[in-house]
């Protein structure tokens, strides 16, 4: 009896823990079929979309990831994108490291200036009136001893009278006679004009000058008929033979730079030239305004090659070790306004991504040096940058668009109108490139009548309407395409801002000029991606490079 008491309490036993177990293993798959049923698949591109299933995005293709994985332990600001996406995308990203541009040089830009030690000025001896200028053109080649005026001055007239006597007198009065002479030689006149008023004992009426130094006219101070007074400049003249590059070199730069230091230069005139150097002068003072020395060297110009003004460009070999600096592909760079950002990769799986601002120093071929918001060892996009960017945007996270707060509520009426005010922009921009002044008024002048026709209530787009229309109305009212030019730095910032937040059914090229706007920079819009430079025009019309594109 007692044995079948034991045989029933474990079966009893037996069946309990059997319930347990598939009750559990139940309510387990329960539980996971109706997460599964539950569970929203998105796109990291296109966050509208939703699937309850795994798939592809019916939009790009790109596969399809759990929506509730997107945005979880994430900082505010990051944001996650799909291996495959990435691929498609072809994004890439480099480690930041430190190192040496071009093999530890560094590169400078300047241009070609006159050797200011070989320059001397052509002054006046003595108080008078031109009547003859023989020199009359600006680069025109002087010798001296060349004749370069003729003039009439009543003082050596009087003093030609006075010559005349004490040779007359020459024997009796040797000294007085030698003391008027030398008069005459102070005066710069020549030992034969001197024999010709002596021998005819007739003065002089107009009295021919001399050049005393040889070289190339840079600057003409007066013309026929004009008084000049004693010691006044008739004329600037420089021995171009030899000549001086002037470059910029940024305050984070100085230290890698010393006279003596060798410098390879190279021109657009003649890119195939390769021009050696040294350094010879390093300005003690710095520019406040641009956080800039000037550095120079001096070039032997040999078949007058070289012509002041010329733009150039030098690399420097650096032979100090503590020039090394964080440096950064310039592919990973985007600018808004006077700020400029990259994209932080944070995590490896999934792919994570944050905006960074940086402070970007010099410009060393295709990289820029970082200042400051990186660190060695950060991994940031170096390509598909943009794609990256709006991804961002996209999953609602600080992006280049939205970091400024600056987006505006446009209707597709408003869009429209916009857009023909952008081609009377881009028109103004191909005036500029070609140097017509008068026709740059007009464009202005009719992107200006379509703005004036724009109705909006809405407050932030009706500021950038007054904006851009004082931006117009500047140029419409210039006469002189300097100041003209002037004006459309800021407008066409004002200009990229309003593109990005318009459809188009053509891209847009953002360029930048580095050397426009006192070398701070300048941008502009164009719908071709060769370089056509609106703020030089044909005197530096391949100056710049596109830095973003607006789809």
């Known amino acids: 009896m007692k044995k079948y008491l034991i045989y029933l309490l474990l079966l009893i036993g037996g069946i309990f823990l059997g319930y347990l177990f598939f009750n559990s293993s ?95 000025t052509q002054p006046a001896h003595f108080n008078g009136r031109i009547e003859k200028l023989y020199v009359k053109s600006l680069g025109e080649k002087v010798q001296m001893g060349q004749a370069i005026a003729s003039i009439y001055s009543p003082d050596l007239v009087a003093a030609q009278q006075e010559l005349i006597s004490a040779y007359q007198k020459r024997k009796s009065q040797p000294r007085l006679y030698q003391a008027v002479r030398n008069k005459f030689k102070n005066w710069r006149i020549t030992e034969s004009q001197l024999q ?186 170096t390509n598909g940058t943009f794609t990256v960017d709006a991804a961002a945007q996209l999953q609602g996270k600080k992006s280049m668009m939205t970091s400024e707060n600056n987006l505006l509520q446009l209707s597709k009426e408003i869009q429209e109108q916009f857009r023909e005010v952008i081609k009377n922009y881009l028109q103004l921009k191909n005036d500029l490139v070609n140097d017509r002044a008068e026709a740059s008024k007009n464009s202005a002048q009719k992107a200006l009548t379509q703005l004036q026709a724009i109705n909006t209530s809405e407050e932030e787009t009706s500021a950038k309407i007054n904006s851009l229309k004082e931006g117009f109305s500047n140029i419409n009212k210039a006469d002189q395409i300097k100041v003209q030019r002037e004006y459309f730095i800021s407008l066409s910032e004002e200009m990229i801002s309003i593109s990005k937040q318009i459809e188009t059914s053509k891209k847009l090229f953002v360029q930048k000029c580095p050397m426009a706007n006192n070398n701070q920079g300048a941008k502009w819009l164009s719908l071709e991606e060769e370089i056509k430079n609106p703020y030089y025009g044909a005197s530096m019309l391949g100056c710049g490079s596109v830095i973003e594109v607006i789809n």
């Open 196 to 381: 010709q008023i002596e021998e005819s004992q007739t003065p002089l009426t107009n009295i021919t000058i001399y050049a005393h130094v040889s070289g190339i006219i840079t600057s003409i101070e007066v013309n026929e008929g004009a008084h000049i007074m004693d010691g006044k400049p008739i004329f600037k003249i420089a021995n171009l033979s030899t000549v001086w590059a002037a470059f910029n070199a940024y305050e984070n730069e100085i230290k890698s730079l010393k006279e003596g230091q060798k410098i390879n230069i190279n021109t657009e005139a003649y890119p195939d030239e390769n021009f050696e150097a040294e350094i010879n002068f390093i300005d003690p003072v710095l520019n406040s305004s641009t956080r800039t020395v000037t550095v120079r060297a001096e070039l032997t110009n040999k078949n007058n090659l070289l012509k002041p003004g010329m733009f150039v460009t030098a690399k420097v070999k650096s032979d100090n070790e503590n020039s090394k600096s964080i440096s950064i592909p310039k592919s990973a760079v985007m600018w808004t306004g006077e700020r400029s950002l990259v994209y932080l990769k944070t995590n490896d799986n999934p792919p994570t991504f944050e905006m960074r601002e940086v402070k970007l120093g010099a410009e060393n071929g295709n990289k820029y040096s970082i200042l400051s918001g990186l660190q060695k060892g950060d991994e940031i996009v």
């Open 26 to 120: 139940s309510e387990e798959k329960h539980q996971h079929t109706q997460t599964e049923e539950n569970q929203i698949w998105t796109c990291s591109m296109h966050p509208q979309v939703e699937r309850q299933e795994p798939g592809d995005c019916p939009i790009c293709g790109m596969e399809l990831i759990p929506k509730e994985t997107a945005g979880s332990n994430l900082a505010e600001n990051e944001f996650t994108m799909t291996t495959n996406a990435m691929a498609l995308a072809n994004i890439e990203t480099t480690i930041v490291g430190e190192s040496q541009n071009d093999n530890g040089s560094l590169q400078l830009s300047g241009e070609i200036t006159a050797n200011e030690d070989e320059t001397a």
